[in-house]
């Protein structure tokens, strides 16, 4: 969720140059982690959600 925060601030243009540059790597690059997280929640839940859908419309 901090990732998420922090990527959110960069986009708008919100972030406080005087706050020193976090030490973790999600939060260095935190547009990054963002998308990789939106990734790979979509490769888990699609071929799931396909093979639900191919069941109910089978029936």
Not at 29 to 48: E, G, I, R
Request: aromatic content about 6%.
């Amino acid at each position: 969720m901090s990732a998420v925060t922090q990527a959110a601030r960069e986009l708008f243009g919100n972030t406080n140059p005087a706050v020193p540059q976090p030490d973790a790597w999600p939060l260095r690059h935190p547009v990054v982690t963002s998308l990789a997280w939106v990734v790979v929640l979509l490769v888990l839940s699609v071929p799931l959600a396909v093979n639900r859908y191919k069941k109910a419309a089978s029936r």
